[in-house]
């Protein structure tokens, strides 16, 4: 990964290959952001006259090159925008700065070194542009030639200017931003390998190497297993294919915590749809139906990292849906881990299976709340977009929570309820429920249906991500094209929160 230092040197006097000062869009035209002091004293007080020349304005995701003058040691002045400039004397948007940063990065790719002289000199906004460089610094290349990916090598070295390297607090935004930033580039490599090598069998390999490497316990059940126990949802959906289903219980545990949280992924590594096989255009990015799975890894690794003071219990439900001569059919029952049966009216609605499964098993070790994080629905798309997950929660308090710590890390999310009217509409006349309702508020029931799994007086949390997992437009910010690791931030965030005795 790209490597972080903090530099206390000015902006003009830091060797690299670009420095990056930021500019903001006022309310009489762009003015520079702090930080670019030295940089414009070099331009004799003109970058931000230049600048406007040249076209910037200060916008959002703006990226402005241009040579730099004597006086400053980089070859090339790099200005990124910041959007909106705050008001006098106010900070500027933690989101704004992780974008800008990420776009600098982006920018740089191929670069061996840049110096950030973002407004980075408090804790908090040195770890916003931290954060928003490392991710944005990320290229998935591991599949393609060498000479296909020189250009797109991600930045190999970022200095933030202005931040105090002997500052513990300073020292500590660091050491938080690279550990976060890890583990949702760990989460973007599995979401982008294709399933002909990431499948059950393997995902659960790379988690149990993890836990060597960083002092997690494991227990991984393969199909023999999961039959003997009664996973029936897990060996539902996994029955069509040739690599079988795997449960994978991951745990970071601390000695003085007095909380714990269970975190639940799906894990489909390639979801055909099974018999309810999905239409030509929907399958050829279903490698990142489990990216719920992988953030609920990465999230696990990261509170490891960090020392939080909470006890993380990761739940990784991994299957592969596929359409083989013994996999499950419409209107088959499966009877599930909590002893409920299922009527499967379709085969393309497996990842709720694996989670009920996870989610019963989860129940019966009593944590503090259960959060589970999934690739869930089509219909979650067409109510949110592409840009936000959907929150649904049996505690109106907790989904505030959960909304309000997702907002705070930069991830877009939005509560929604669970109308008990739609309960009834999943009733089935052969099992005590299906696996479908009515198609308007498809989401909504896929919520519902969770709900059903979930053991009694727990607090428990659901997470749509189907929107903003997997990105296949032009990248921006620091959002990569492919896998974006979503929802690992807000679960670290739960986890910090939980440390510190503010989520509950």
């Known amino acids: ?176 931003a690279i550990a976060v930033a890890a583990e949702v580039n760990r989460a973007r490599d599995l979401i982008n390998t294709p399933s002909n090598d990431l499948n ?30 009664g996973y029936g949802g897990l060996i539902g959906v996994g ?12 745990a970071y545990k601390h000695a003085k915590a007095t909380r714990t949280l269970a975190f639940v992924g799906k894990g489909i590594t390639y979801d055909s749809g099974g018999i309810s096989l999905k239409p030509p255009g929907h399958n050829e990015t279903m490698k990142c139906d489990m990216s719920g799975a992988a953030a609920v890894f990465a999230a696990v690794v990261a509170a490891a990292k960090l020392g939080l003071e909470v006890n993380v219990t990761g739940w990784l439900a991994l299957a592969e849906n596929m359409p083989g001569g013994n996999a499950t059919r419409p209107g088959d029952v499966l009877r599930m881990y909590s002893g409920k049966t299922v009527e499967v009216l379709n085969t393309d609605a497996e990842g709720r299976l694996v989670l009920a499964d996870a989610i019963a098993r989860a129940s019966e070790e009593a944590p503090d709340a259960i959060v589970d994080v999934a690739t869930l629905t089509g219909a979650m798309v067409l109510a949110l977009g592409d840009g936000r997950f959907g929150i649904m929660a049996n505690d109106d308090d907790f989904r505030t929570a959960v909304h309000q710590t997702a907002l705070a890390e930069g991830e877009d999310s939005w509560p929604l309820p669970l109308p008990q009217q739609l309960r009834k509409t999943f009733d089935s006349s052969v099992a005590d429920i299906a696996n479908m309702g009515v198609r308007q508020g498809g989401g909504l029931i896929a919520g519902l249906f969770l709900r059903e799994f979930v053991g009694e007086g727990i607090t428990w949390a659901h997470l749509d991500i189907a929107g903003p997992a997997f990105y296949e437009g032009t990248p921006y910010g620091y959002t990569p094209k492919g896998g974006t690791g979503s929802a690992v931030r807000t679960l670290v965030g739960l986890a910090r929160r939980a440390a510190e005795g503010t989520l509950f």
């Open 239 to 250: 029955r069509g294919s040739a690599t079988p289903p795997r449960l994978v219980r991951v």
């Open 200 to 229: 059950p069998t393997t995902f659960a390999a790379a988690v149990q190497d993890a836990a060597k490497e960083h002092g997690l316990k494991v227990e991984v059940l393969d199909e023999k297993a999961l039959a003997k126990g």
């Open 1 to 176: 990964m790209t490597a972080l230092t903090l530099s206390p040197s000015s902006a003009a006097a830091l060797r690299a290959d670009a420095v990056v000062v930021g500019v903001a869009k006022g309310p009489k035209g762009p003015r520079l952001a702090p930080g670019a002091e030295t940089v414009d004293d070099a331009f004799g007080g003109k970058l931000i006259a230049v600048l406007g020349t040249l076209g910037a304005t200060g916008a959002e995701g703006e990226a402005t090159k241009l040579p730099a003058p004597e006086g400053v040691k980089a070859a090339v002045v790099l200005a990124v925008g910041l959007g909106e400039a705050p008001a006098d004397g106010a900070a500027y948007d933690a989101e704004a700065l992780r974008k800008a940063a990420g776009v600098a990065a982006r920018t740089l790719a191929g670069s061996k070194k840049a110096a950030l002289a973002l407004p980075a000199a408090t804790p908090a906004d040195l770890e916003a542009v931290a954060t928003g460089a490392l991710l944005g610094a990320y290229a998935f290349t591991a599949y393609q030639a060498e000479e296909k990916t020189q250009s797109r090598r991600p930045l190999a070295e970022i200095a933030v200017v202005g931040a105090k390297p002997r500052d513990k607090q300073h020292k500590a935004a660091a050491e938080r």
